[in-house]
């Protein structure tokens, strides 16, 4: 690793991190603007009770002094407090308890949508304006257009409800394979224009046909140039994709009842569950923020050619 490369590397990690408290901060500080509280809402509550309860989380304090108490206890000890509604657990712990389940739906989702969309898109290439390109075309068009929480409901009315072939309930292994394809569809649909388009460019490009006039055979050429150079657009999305994933699997687990961080998160919400609020959005920001990270880094390993400023 050169000079260079390092620095774009260490310049790429301080600014994930003043992202990442960009992100903080924003939430902080948005979320105590809007009006009510965690404890407004429990019933039968006297206000000295709840004052009691603002005491002992530390809520009664000045806006700036939580502020700061809450910034030093994330660095110093990574503790995001305890949770203001399911009393007696961490804030961490929901989080990793959540991310067992989405992460295992996530990364299958994600790895059945690269795999799955690199063949059709290279399929779909190589049989430009053939029947089969066309059809692809059609059905990756009809997902990308199609928002995750109408395809969740659509799969779950007709494969769940009407033909009863599997689970609604995404807590069993077989209820979470609806999620799965829910989420991987559109990726996958993603991926697969990305690579025909890539395809078609490379292609295109002089040592392809350098190659073929050598007498390269047909195989080596598409597997050898135009998939290794095709797929670096597909890298640059692959490692936000991750993170699109979990994130975007707050409504699909909602929809199917995965005990995942997304339902954690929208629960959060609706309970006005501060510490909680907080920490999940820290911890998908900070996802979010590495894979674009990783995925930059990626651009060198696949193709050396490119040099970071």
């Keep these: 690793m050169n000079t260079k490369t390092l620095f774009y590397i260490?310049?790429?990690?301080?600014?994930?991190?003043?992202?990442?408290?960009?992100?903080?901060s924003i939430t902080f500080?948005?979320?105590?603007?809007?009006p009510g509280g965690p404890f407004i809402g429990e019933k039968a509550i006297s206000k000295e009770a709840q004052a009691a309860l603002e005491a002992k989380y530390g809520l009664d304090k000045p806006l700036l002094e939580q502020y700061t108490t809450y910034l030093g206890d994330i660095v110093t000890k990574f503790d995001f407090g305890?949770?203001?509604?399911?009393?007696?657990?961490?804030?961490?712990?929901?989080?990793?308890?959540?991310?067992?389940t989405s992460a295992k739906l996530g990364l299958i989702a994600?790895?059945?949508?690269?795999v799955s969309g690199i063949i059709l898109g290279a399929v779909a290439a190589l049989r430009r304006n053939k029947f089969i390109d066309k059809v692809i075309m059609v059905i990756t068009t009809a997902f990308v257009s199609m928002p995750s929480f109408i395809m969740g409901s659509l799969l779950l009315i007709l494969i769940s409800v009407n033909l009863k072939w599997l689970p609604a309930n995404g807590s069993t292994t077989q209820g979470l394979i609806l999620p799965v394809i829910t989420l991987m569809l559109y990726p996958l649909a993603y991926i697969t224009r990305l690579t025909r388009s890539s395809?078609?460019?490379?292609?295109?490009?002089?040592?392809?046909?350098?190659?073929?006039?050598k007498g390269v055979s047909g195989r080596n050429v598409i597997y050898g140039h135009a998939v290794k150079n095709a797929l670096i657009p597909v890298i640059t999305y692959i490692g936000p994709m991750l993170a699109f994933i979990v994130t975007g699997s707050m409504v699909v687990e909602q929809i199917f009842a995965v005990p995942g961080i997304g339902r954690q998160f929208i629960?959060?919400?609706?309970?006005?569950?501060?510490?909680?609020?907080?920490?999940?959005?820290?911890?998908?920001?900070?996802?979010?923020?590495?894979?674009?990270?990783?995925?930059d880094i990626l651009y060198k390993v696949v193709d050396p050619r490119i040099e970071f400023d």
């Design 10 to 24: 260490l310049k790429r990690i301080v600014l994930a991190i003043a992202t990442i408290w960009v992100v903080i």
């Design 29 to 34: 500080f948005l979320m105590h603007a809007v």
């Design 82 to 100: 305890p949770s203001l509604k399911q009393r007696g657990r961490s804030v961490i712990n929901i989080i990793l308890t959540g991310m067992k």
């Design 110 to 114: 994600a790895a059945g949508a690269a």
């Design 199 to 213: 395809m078609l460019d490379v292609l295109g490009q002089d040592y392809i046909r350098t190659a073929r006039a």
């Design 267 to 295: 629960s959060s919400i609706t309970n006005r569950d501060y510490t909680m609020i907080m920490g999940t959005t820290i911890f998908l920001a900070s996802l979010i923020v590495i894979m674009n990270l990783i995925s």
